[in-house]
């Protein structure tokens, strides 16, 4: 299951930084984050509940980096 | 600067605010009107007000970084330095840290908004609404032809807008009568809706013209500036402008399929396919922050202990705090910022530059790829040549055959002698005669021939039998067709009126243990694609089919070399003497005829094998890449197979927008070599950023331990740097 999210965040170190903490999310499989374009594509982990699952990928991202947002 | 967002305004408003302040700290003689031992005191308290103007944001971040355990992160390390600066009593130049890489931050944020706003004014393709036709459509309201009734199928009531639609509402005069036309979401037509274009606008879905003349500009879709004519039953693509007339659309797609979302889609998305630069910039600044980080602490605890003990210096607060302001020239100079930014940046340019002449590439990584190519492999039809089989002659059988023939079918046996037969190509007439003589009898003879090829290959989709049926014209009834067997790059068999009738190649005739006579055995000398025709044993004739070398082919092959491809290799399907004939007229190094579809692949496979092995590189540039080429029509295991697939004029076809991994939307094919130069002229950018930030830092860093460099240079290695990598970066979107 793949997913994208429009995302804004300032740096470009920053959407790298978010990448990391969304790949080590439980219930991602994989993570990629494209700051020329805000977006970001998850894939989910089979059986996961996506919705709390972006719950916890938007908590690890705000602690790696605070100025960012995901649209849900 | 009108076109900022609030965030970038804020910001210019608080650097400015603060540079002005900082100034005039800087040159105000406190000392002249305060006791000198409030000087001090007085001055830090002042300068921490612009400090604190332009760069509360970036020490809140450092706190909440150290707090989420965070650390290194470029919020620390400016953080770090300025207060240090601070404390060391250096407030101009704490201030002046802060306000440098406030300005960076809004010039990088302000490039890349500016870049990702031309990156969409370049593929302005994405329409805003389409004008849905509501209450049934009467085709024909303009008087056109009355063939046309059958494509009022899906339309409903057949009565023109005289019910009236719900909201927004406009009537359109269309030749006829007024209808009734609803602006909606393009996400909201549903396929086999009526869609109505007016000049001047943007066509929304694809689909298929039902009313009207026109003439598009697909600039936006294919890099082609001329504009292409469409009429009734023509398909068109969304993204392209339509210039003159009032156009009826079926759409055929729904707005998400469409072709102007799935390019948007592409080059959006490009960018989450990393190139390798991308990953070994990533990693480089996961442990270059902190590796800096700990080479300051490093500095400031044991370059003072070793100038004591080493050198014996004196120790004491000089010699520490000279250590420490070389530490904090060292986080200055930290800073992954400028090539971290520039490189994704670079990428989207170059993608984003090359999608508006017409060159999708999927993903950064095949940019590499792409830079990298030394050979190129070339699937003949469609890439080089036109692909629009035409016949251009028809040769029945020598009567001389007639001796051993045991013609089963009465009236089938040639008794004429072999004549060429041209097709006229222009006026639709099907195939002419040409010759002197020509007789009731041969004409049959001929024509029969055709007649014979036309219904065997009657079921096939091969464009052999497409151009075989197009050159017989007339109506395909009078035989009743039996089993048809295709066979995979030899022909067909069919069997008409139950004589089995084989079309093909010469291999199918060896097959069907037909004898051609010598007579008429003309294979070798033409330069098309010959198919034999035969009914039981006999040998019926042959037709002759040639593609069309495209006009700009020789010129691609040249371009191609001179981008620097060491190898060029054509494939195909076709016969020796028509690949030699093409390879020579093109300058294509080698070509490999006769090869059947799963032989592509082998071929390519084989073709891998070779660069790995003896490296069709120049020595010291590493292993070149091998590109295929392919028309999307049945090439898609190639396509995915090679290093890199590029599929010519695809625009249509899923199946190779989905295999390839870079797309021409038009079938020219000096394209490729274009995509080539736009990706080695990328790839250059991203090394020069790469090794001109590198190098800068590491220069700064090696002067600020040794205590040569100040903050200033620190601010430049860190600001200056990125600005210009930024700058180079935008060269890119050309």
């Given at each position: 299951m793949k997913k994208t999210y429009k995302i804004d965040v300032d740096c470009a170190n920053c959407a790298n930084k978010m990448e990391e903490a969304t790949k080590k999310t439980t219930g991602v499989k994989d993570a990629v984050v494209n700051f020329m374009a805000l977006k970001m594509k998850v894939e989910f982990e089979d059986g996961a509940d996506i919705d709390s699952v972006m719950q916890d990928v938007i908590k690890n991202c705000k602690v790696v980096e605070d100025d960012c947002q995901i649209f849900l | 600067m009108k076109n900022m967002t609030k965030k970038q305004k804020n910001l210019l408003l608080r650097i400015i605010a603060a540079a002005v302040?900082?100034?005039?700290?800087a040159v105000l003689p406190l000392k002249d009107f305060l006791p000198p031992e409030a000087v001090g005191p007085v001055r830090f308290a002042l300068f921490l007000v612009p400090y604190f103007t332009v760069g509360y944001d970036i020490l809140r971040k450092a706190l909440k970084g150290i707090r989420n355990r965070q650390v290194f992160d470029e919020n620390f390390l400016m953080a770090a330095a300025t207060v240090g600066a601070m404390a060391l009593g250096e407030y101009t130049e704490g201030v002046a840290v802060m306000l440098f890489y406030q300005i960076g931050e809004l010039f990088q944020s302000y490039a890349v908004g500016r870049s990702r706003r031309n990156i969409s004014d370049l593929m302005d393709i994405r329409p805003d609404y389409a004008n849905l036709v509501v209450g049934g459509w009467t085709p024909g309201a303009g008087g056109s032809g009355p063939e046309e009734a059958e494509n009022a199928g899906a339309g409903s009531s057949g009565i023109t807008g005289e019910t009236g639609a719900s909201g927004g509402t406009g009537t359109s005069a269309d030749g006829g009568g007024a209808e009734q036309i609803e602006q909606v979401d393009p996400d909201d037509v549903e396929i086999g809706s009526i869609i109505l274009i007016q000049p001047g606008e943007r066509v929304p879905i694809d689909g298929i013209v039902v009313d009207g003349t026109s003439s598009l500009d697909t600039a936006a879709l294919t890099g082609e500036s001329?504009?292409?004519d469409v009429r009734k039953g023509q398909e068109i693509l969304s993204g392209s402008i339509n210039l003159s007339g009032v156009l009826h659309v079926r759409?055929?797609?729904?707005?998400?399929e469409s072709t102007a979302s799935r390019i948007l889609d592409l080059v959006e998305n490009a960018g989450t396919r990393k190139a390798k630069s991308e990953q070994f910039i990533t990693r480089f600044a996961r442990w270059y922050t902190p590796a800096v980080c700990y080479g300051a602490l490093a500095l400031a605890v044991f370059g003072p202990l070793v100038s004591m003990f080493v050198f014996h210096k004196a120790g004491g607060w000089p010699l520490w705090s000279d250590w420490v302001y070389r530490a904090l020239t060292f986080l200055v100079?930290?800073?992954?910022?400028?090539?971290?930014?520039?490189?994704?940046?670079?990428?989207?340019?170059?993608?984003?530059?090359?999608?508006?002449?017409?060159?999708?590439?999927?993903?950064?990584?095949?940019?590499?790829?792409?830079?990298?190519?030394?050979?190129?492999v070339f699937d003949k039809t469609g890439t080089l040549t036109k692909g629009n089989f035409v016949v251009t002659k028809v040769c029945p059988a020598h009567t001389g055959s007639e001796a051993e023939g045991k013609n089963a079918?009465?009236?089938?046996?040639?008794?004429?002698?072999?004549?060429?037969?041209?097709?006229?190509?222009i006026s639709g007439a099907g195939v002419q005669q040409m010759g002197t003589g020509a007789g009731e009898d041969m004409e049959d003879a001929a024509d029969r021939l055709l007649?014979?090829?036309?219904?065997?290959?009657?079921?096939?989709?091969?464009?052999?039998?497409?151009?075989?049926?197009?050159?017989?014209?007339?109506?395909?009834?009078?035989?009743r067709i039996g089993r048809s067997k295709e066979i995979s790059g030899r022909g067909v068999i069919t069997e008409l009126d139950g004589y089995p009738v084989a079309v093909g190649n010469l291999e199918l005739m060896q097959d069907q243990g037909v004898v051609i006579p010598a007579e008429d055995d003309h294979s070798a000398v033409e330069t098309g694609t010959v198919v034999h025709a035969s009914m039981g044993q006999d040998y019926l004739g042959h037709i002759v089919i040639s593609d069309?070398?495209?006009?700009r082919a020789a010129e691609a092959v040249r371009a191609l070399k001179k981008a620097g491809v060491t190898r060029t290799v054509m494939l195909t399907g076709d016969a020796e003497g028509i690949a030699a004939h093409v390879a020579a007229e093109l300058g294509i190094d080698e070509y490999h005829a006769r090869l059947l579809p799963e032989d592509k692949v082998s071929r390519v496979e084989a073709l891998l094998g070779d660069r790995d092995k003896e490296g069709t590189a120049p020595a010291g540039k590493g292993k070149g890449t091998l590109a295929f080429v392919g028309d999307g029509i049945n090439?898609?295991?190639?396509?995915?197979?090679?290093?890199?697939?590029?599929?010519?004029?695809?625009l249509g076809s899923d199946a190779a927008i989905e295999a390839a991994d870079v797309v021409l939307m038009d079938d020219d094919p000096t394209k490729i070599a274009q995509a080539v130069s736009i990706a080695r002229k990328c790839i250059r950018i991203v090394n020069e950023n790469i090794w001109f930030a590198i190098g800068v830092k590491f220069a700064c860093l090696l002067l600020g331990a040794l205590g040569i460099a100040n903050m200033w240079l620190a601010i430049f290695a860190d600001v200056g740097v990125m600005v210009l990598c930024v700058l180079n970066a935008i060269r890119a979107l050309v």
């Open positions: - | 302040l900082m100034v005039v700290l001329l504009p292409r759409t055929t797609k729904e707005f998400e100079i930290s800073c992954p910022c400028a090539i971290v930014v520039s490189i994704p940046l670079t990428f989207f340019g170059g993608i984003g530059g090359a999608g508006s002449k017409g060159i999708l590439i999927k993903g950064s990584n095949f940019m590499e790829t792409l830079a990298n190519v030394r050979t190129v079918l009465p009236g089938a046996q040639a008794d004429a002698v072999a004549k060429t037969l041209e097709s006229s190509g007649k014979y090829a036309a219904l065997a290959e009657m079921y096939s989709r091969h464009p052999i039998s497409r151009s075989l049926k197009e050159a017989y014209r007339k109506p395909l009834m009078s035989v069309e070398i495209k006009p090439d898609a295991p190639v396509l995915s197979r090679a290093d890199l697939g590029i599929a010519m004029g695809a």
